[in-house]
């Protein structure tokens, strides 16, 4: 991997848990100081304190803003304290910005009463903070000079964007846009040298994945029918951003990439593991034994 330059920077947007702090973690332990942004309150504030404690054991700085990401004013307060105290003018010294907010509202788009549906605020501010947000903080990193040639933005997706759950229509449509948004932000940012690609995670036992109605079932469907009979881990995530911040991966960019396993890739039909219902007999011929997984 190409040697680090002591004095770059990953700016994490939701870093405290699960995909951020993950990337956050590996990120560091690979020569990278860390600028991240996280909303918790005091009961897990704990986790943050670790993951810096553990940033900074790497002998790397680590920056955290407890804040609202999807305000403007704490977002300009952050990059300007950035730039007042680190940034060495000249120089872009954010070469990843990993975007992970997941913060929006599971009802229903069109519910069973009033009561039940979405309202125009909750709907906003679902697309604000998992979509739009991504602009917003791509904007101000170029309006100060941050972001430069070799630079990587990521946003993580998933299976959201083009397949719906109860309850999901608003997550599902800020999926959608940021997936658009990066293809957008591959164009126009290409020219400056500064890639763009969205991370496909399956499902991943997390934080946020815990708040949506029938967690539980998903991760055990998902684990049955991954072609690597497991669930997505967020160290998948943040070692597949090792991969891609390497300088071999220039020519990549504008893509959504899977880092699942293979597990968008196969449909789920109530099997315990991917093979309940294979009929093996017409492998009879084959050397390859499916079954063998020694």
């Not at 002591?6 to 860390?34: C, D, E, M, V």
């Not at 069109?110 to 125009?120: A, D, L, P």
């Amino acid at each position: 991997m190409t040697r680090k330059d002591p004095k770059q920077w990953a700016l994490i947007l939701g870093a405290s848990s699960g995909f951020g702090a993950a990337t956050a973690r590996h990120l560091a332990h690979n020569g990278y100081n860390i600028l991240g942004i996280h909303l918790d309150r005091k009961a897990t504030m704990g986790a943050v304190e670790e993951l810096i404690e553990d940033i900074k054991s790497t002998g790397h700085s680590a920056i955290f803003h407890n804040i609202n990401a999807a305000d403007p004013v704490k977002r300009h307060e952050a990059l300007d304290d950035f730039v007042d105290n680190v940034h060495r003018e000249g120089r872009p010294e954010i070469r990843v910005l990993f975007h992970s907010l997941a913060f929006g509202t599971l009802k229903p788009l069109v519910g069973r009463s009033s009561e039940e549906m979405i309202t125009k605020q909750q709907l906003e501010m679902t697309l604000d903070v998992m979509a739009n947000s991504l602009i917003y903080w791509t904007q101000d990193c170029v309006r100060r000079h941050l972001l430069g040639r070799g630079a990587r933005i990521f946003a993580m997706t998933s299976d959201g964007a083009s397949l719906n759950l109860p309850f999901y229509g608003a997550v599902s449509a800020a999926k959608a846009a940021l997936e658009s948004y990066i293809r957008q932000l591959a164009l126009e940012l290409g020219p400056r040298g500064i890639i763009a690609n969205a991370l496909l995670a399956g499902v991943t036992d997390t934080p946020a994945l815990n708040k949506i109605p029938g967690a539980r079932n998903m991760l055990i469907a998902a684990i049955a029918k991954n072609p690597l009979s497991r669930a997505t881990h967020p160290e998948d995530v943040a070692k597949a951003v090792l991969t891609l911040v390497d300088s071999g991966a220039d020519f990549i960019n504008g893509n959504i990439i899977g880092v699942d396993g293979g597990e968008s890739k196969v449909s789920y039909i109530g099997q315990q593991n991917p093979y309940q219902y294979s009929d093996l007999r017409l492998l009879a011929e084959s050397s390859w034994d499916p079954t063998d997984v020694s």
